[in-house]
């Protein structure tokens, strides 16, 4: 029952998804989250509002708003009443509670080889089993196939698991001007955006097909990403084709992917994706170490200033600095168009 109700909140929202932009009048606040590594990968905690500074298309703008997101324990009290004439009852162990959800979307709608499909679902089953008390996988593929709400339930998930095909016959369904794997990103992240602890999506794909009419709908995603603290992982597949050039130099890359059938196919907009949600974009045959090292949580930042561009839809370039001296690699989203942030 509860796989069905998720079907329906991934896909029957995406029924109600309008392709036209919907601009705000009030304060719009752009979130931008901000993962910072040392030499050795290691997430870097205790760094200050202070430390960073923010960029909108060159100009410096305030940063009104700073958080330190990581990962860390829950666990719901003793909320036991006393028995009558004020004799407490024994006290029961605090009860663990969920602590961090992950969602597994395997793109299968682009995963075009049967062997890499089949790795992929023996790491991910991997990662189900070994399961913590407080975890919570759920499962989605972008053809709306195969699909399982959050639980912790391993052998529910591993069914899912088998239920993944190779290259089926999408059941969701998207306007022209709209992405299918774009759409059931956002949906996810709208399903986890109001769950309590840590949030993560990992995402299995070799890239999406991008056409010119559509390059503005990964920054959507990431921007609903961002105002939900939900950070997207990225694990590249391969088969994807490739521009000779890196989505870190040009947060807008897939613009100039190369074609393929009329459309465009990028695996750059996985980099994208991760980079712009403070997270982790991996790509290789090495599925068990993968999987591992991106369902491991990072602390991160979340900067948030509020723009005062005009709601027209442009690009805007962010860059964001860290004044903290020493050999660091930090990593934030490129941009957003202006009019997508969230009115507040």
């Known amino acids: ?72 324990g829950l666990a719901a009290p ?33 995963i075009g080889v049967t062997a890499v499909l089949q790795q992929a679902r023996e790491a991910a089953a991997k990662q189900i089993q070994a399961m913590q008390p407080g975890d919570r996988i759920a499962l989605v593929t972008t053809s709306c196939t195969s699909m399982e709400d959050f639980t912790n339930d391993r052998a529910k998930l591993i069914q899912a698991l088998a239920r993944i095909q190779l290259s089926p016959a999408p059941v969701c369904r998207v306007s022209r001007t709209q ?28 890239g999406f097909e991008i056409g010119h009419d559509r390059t503005n709908a990964p920054p959507v995603a990431i921007e609903a990403a961002a105002r939900a603290k939900v950070v997207i992982n990225c694990l590249d ?68 200033f509020v723009s005062t561009a005009r709601p027209d839809g442009s690009l805007h370039q962010l860059k964001v600095k860290l004044e903290k001296k020493g050999k660091f690699n930090l990593q934030a989203r490129g941009g957003y168009y202006a009019g997508e942030g969230s009115g507040q």
């Open 237 to 304: 597949t391969g088969g994807g084709l490739r521009p000779g050039y890196s989505a870190a130099a040009n947060p807008n890359a897939y613009r100039g992917s190369t074609p393929y059938s009329g459309l465009f196919i990028s695996p750059l907009v996985l980099e994208d994706l991760a980079t712009g949600t403070a997270g982790t974009y991996l790509e290789g045959n090495d599925y068990d170490r993968n999987f591992r090292a991106l369902s491991t949580p990072d602390t991160y930042y979340v900067l948030a």
């Open 78 to 110: 003793d909320r036991s009443l006393p028995e009558p004439g004020g004799v407490a009852k024994p006290t029961a162990p605090a009860m663990d509670v969920p602590e961090q959800f992950t969602a597994y979307v395997f793109d299968d709608i682009s």
């Open 179 to 206: 992405i299918l794997q774009v759409e059931v990103l956002k949906n996810v992240v709208k399903r986890m955006a109001n769950l309590p602890g840590r949030r993560s999506i990992l995402l299995i794909s070799a």
């Open 1 to 72: 029952m509860r796989t069905i109700v998720f079907l329906t909140l991934i896909c029957g929202a995406m029924a109600q998804e309008q392709s036209a932009p919907e601009f705000k009048s009030g304060v719009t606040m752009i979130q931008v989250p901000v993962a910072v590594r040392d030499r050795q990968g290691q997430a870097v905690a205790g760094l200050q509002k202070e430390d960073f500074s923010l960029f909108d298309n060159g100009k410096p703008v305030e940063i009104a708003a700073f958080s330190l997101e990581k990962p860390g």
